[in-house]
């Protein structure tokens, strides 16, 4: 997915009010390295559009920041004086007002947070800050997933200035966490590293953009591919066209044999054991008995290995 000129969100209409909210508010902000006013618009059916402009100006916001945040690094500037860079970070390049929507401290219950973003008057995103010179582990967010389960919140941000990982949380079976993205501003490519923060910028958590992104990723994930991929009747329409093409007919236990040994590593891990799932309804019709009929396993070149049948489960190791 091209992150340049982010995505289009489809939400619900949004009224007029809204709408000069989300343009007005960054027009009151002055900053010199923010540039980001009037950065979304609404089209047809409220689908509100991120401009390729809000990208350049994160990126150009970024650039001219990023020195100082390496130089935290470089001086291994402790937590209180990281908190404080991280935070010209969400105000003057992610558009955030200084004096209402980002907290301190913030208090939830009887617990602290780094910081906490909002937009308007609603919290957005928990940002726990560790030193700029700490290596940043999953392990560091166990705080801020505890005050983030109290309070229902589904998104950690995980930062030391130079380093920022953002984690989704779920809290169906205990706290559970997802890793969204996680960039490196001194390593990664830096055009790739803006893009991902521009993410992170204050209109698009305004209009609920992270949950839109999160949809999306998990919906073209190994795992939500995989399980359309090996339904029967999407092998069944690969083996047609494979048909078309070479005059072959494949038996559909050597074609998902086969699918599953194109998929790399780590996509084998991520889907797991892959169920090829049978359709309910037999075919009818003379094509699909002649399916039926001439179908032959291709065990003279295809390795001997017994392929999965229908019903079965698939073990990305084997």
């Not at 995505?7 to 960054?26: A, F, G, M, W």
């Not at 991520?270 to 019709?285: D, F, S």
Request: glycine share 6%.
């Amino acid at each position: 997915m091209r992150l340049d000129n982010l995505i289009y969100l489809n939400y619900k209409r949004i009224t007029e009010l809204e709408r000069h909210d989300i343009v007005n508010n960054n027009a009151l902000r002055t900053n010199p390295l923010s540039s980001t006013v009037k950065n979304t618009s609404v089209g047809k059916g409220g689908v509100i559009r991120m401009r390729p402009k809000k990208s350049a100006s994160v990126k150009s916001g970024l650039r001219k920041g990023l020195p100082y945040l390496l130089q935290a690094q470089e001086q291994s500037l402790n937590e209180a004086d990281t908190v404080v860079r991280v935070v010209k970070v969400f105000e003057d390049i992610l558009g955030y007002d200084a004096l209402t929507e980002v907290s301190r401290e913030a208090q939830m219950r009887d617990k602290y947070i780094d910081v906490l973003l909002k937009t308007g008057d609603v919290p957005r995103l928990i940002v726990e800050v560790k030193a700029a010179s700490v290596t940043l582990r999953d392990r560091h967010i166990e705080q801020a997933e505890n005050y983030a389960s109290r309070n229902n919140f589904r998104w950690v941000l995980l930062t030391n200035g130079v380093a920022w990982n953002l984690y989704h949380l779920t809290f169906e079976e205990g706290i559970e966490y997802e890793k969204a993205f996680s960039i490196d501003l001194k390593k990664d490519d830096f055009d790739q590293a803006a893009n991902m923060m521009a993410l992170l910028h204050h209109d698009f958590l305004q209009v609920g953009g992270l949950d839109d992104y999160w949809e999306c990723q998990q919906a073209m994930s190994p795992a939500s591919i995989g399980r359309v991929l090996f339904h029967e009747s999407v092998l069944r329409n690969i083996r047609r066209e494979i048909r078309r093409d070479t005059g072959r007919l494949i038996d559909i236990e050597d074609l998902a044999k086969a699918v599953r040994n194109m998929l790399s590593p780590e996509a084998r891990e991520e889907i797991g054991r892959v169920r090829i799932r049978k359709r309910r309804r037999k075919a009818t019709t003379k094509e699909g008995a002649d399916i039926k009929e001439e179908a032959k396993p291709c065990s003279d070149s295809v390795s001997s290995d017994s392929g999965p049948t229908v019903g079965e489960r698939i073990h990305p190791s084997a």
